[in-house]
């Protein structure tokens, strides 16, 4: 019982302790003495510096979603490359002839000097035919167009690759250093004063998920790579790249696939982003003669704090009900203020107050009396038994 009592009277204490700060405070800031102001103004040498410093970190994955429409494109050409028979002739000794065809028995009749002899039943006996070998390749302008990209393409998504993991995002830092010497009434007073805030906003990307562009990353990185182990790719291993201008033949202009593998090539052409990350910083004095005053007054209300300038303003009657005052003349000097109203609200308000603190001192003594009965009465058990 005794600590009930104990820890009911430190909340009155505390809470009655609390007001009283509330209230001097809220004087304080609206009753300050102006002339007092005004010559601690007057003596105050100020410095204040208020800066701005912007962030901000844009990455660029557009590209994710050009490359990852075209793959499709590109692996219909890297599966089903486009062939081409190559034929060369040779004439050669007739003992090494494989095959005689009816170019080649054209040939020599175009060319008699090959014939060696003529046999009397008129069997033609060549010294030499022509010989035609027919070999199929895929060594086509075309195919080496798309052995160029697939090189360059897989350069370019690993260089993008390297800051998968950034994000765009928006940083905002604001610092405020005050500084102000002061020679006030024979004293010598000084201040420092600094304040820093930090915003951090993560920006995600407009109709992308993290989660979905991560996919489609991964997606791209192991396509390319099969497309680089890739037969087609070994078998175009010593073909020469191509350059630009593209040659514009009918299959690169007309083929599906082609038009594809041409709006990859002129993106990465056109593309003159060494990275995809964008870093921008800035800043930005905000330094002004009202933030000087403004922090000049916290200044000086500090120095009433300390000093406490106020505590005799804050005794006397006058200054007791300021701030109630102030807060009925401003709702009553607005023009549809009804009076009798105000008035009905400011008893009611008055009588829930005093119930209140009459209740709060209510409990209290109630809860002393109950304690100080108790504690007479262990005291009479006691003499009884000592008797």
Request: glycine share 2%; proline share 2%.
């Amino acid at each position: 019982m005794f600590n009930i009592f104990r820890k009911i009277k430190e909340n009155y204490i505390n809470n009655k302790r609390a007001m009283l700060m509330n209230t001097e405070l809220y004087q304080l800031t609206n009753n300050i003495p102006e002339k007092e102001l005004d010559l601690f103004m007057s003596k105050t040498k100020s410095n204040v510096s208020v800066k701005k410093n912007t962030e901000k970190t844009s990455v660029d994955f557009s590209w994710v979603e050009i490359i990852y429409e075209a793959i499709p494109y590109l692996d219909n050409i890297v599966r089903n490359p486009r062939r081409f028979i190559v034929q060369e002739e040779d004439i050669i000794p007739i003992e090494k002839t494989k095959k005689v065809t009816e170019e080649s028995i054209k040939h020599l009749a175009q060319n008699t000097s090959l014939i060696q002899d003529v046999d009397k039943d008129g069997t033609v006996m060549p010294l030499k035919l022509l010989n035609i070998f027919k070999e199929e390749t895929i060594d086509l302008y075309e195919n080496r167009f798309i052995y160029s990209l697939i090189n360059n393409l897989y350069l370019f998504v690993q260089n993008q690759l390297v800051y998968e993991d950034e994000e765009s995002s928006n940083k905002e830092i604001k610092t405020v250093n005050y500084e102000a010497l002061t020679k006030f009434k024979k004293e010598d007073i000084s201040v420092s004063l600094s304040l820093k805030t930090i915003n951090y906003e993560k920006i995600i990307g407009k109709g992308t998920k993290t989660e979905d562009l991560k996919k489609k990353i991964e997606e791209i990185r192991d396509i390319l790579e099969d497309f680089k182990s890739s037969q087609f790719m070994k078998n175009m291993m010593n073909a020469t790249p191509v350059r630009s201008p593209i040659r514009k033949t009918n299959i690169i202009l007309k083929d599906q696939n082609f038009i594809y593998a041409l709006k990859i090539w002129e993106f990465l052409e056109k593309s003159n982003i060494e990275t995809p990350v964008k870093k921008y910083k800035e800043t930005v004095d905000l330094s002004s003669n009202i933030i000087d005053r403004n922090y000049s007054l916290t200044y000086f209300l500090n120095y009433c704090i300390l000093n406490g300038l106020n505590s005799n303003a804050f005794n006397d009657d006058k200054s007791k009900y300021a701030g109630l005052k102030k807060i009925i003349y401003d709702t009553a000097k607005s023009f549809d203020t009804n009076e009798s109203e105000l008035k009905t609200i400011i008893n009611n308000e008055l009588k829930l107050a005093t119930k209140y603190k009459q209740d709060q001192i209510k409990g209290i003594n109630t809860a002393y009396k109950k304690f100080h009965s108790k504690h007479l009465e262990r005291i009479n058990k006691a003499l009884i038994i000592l008797k």
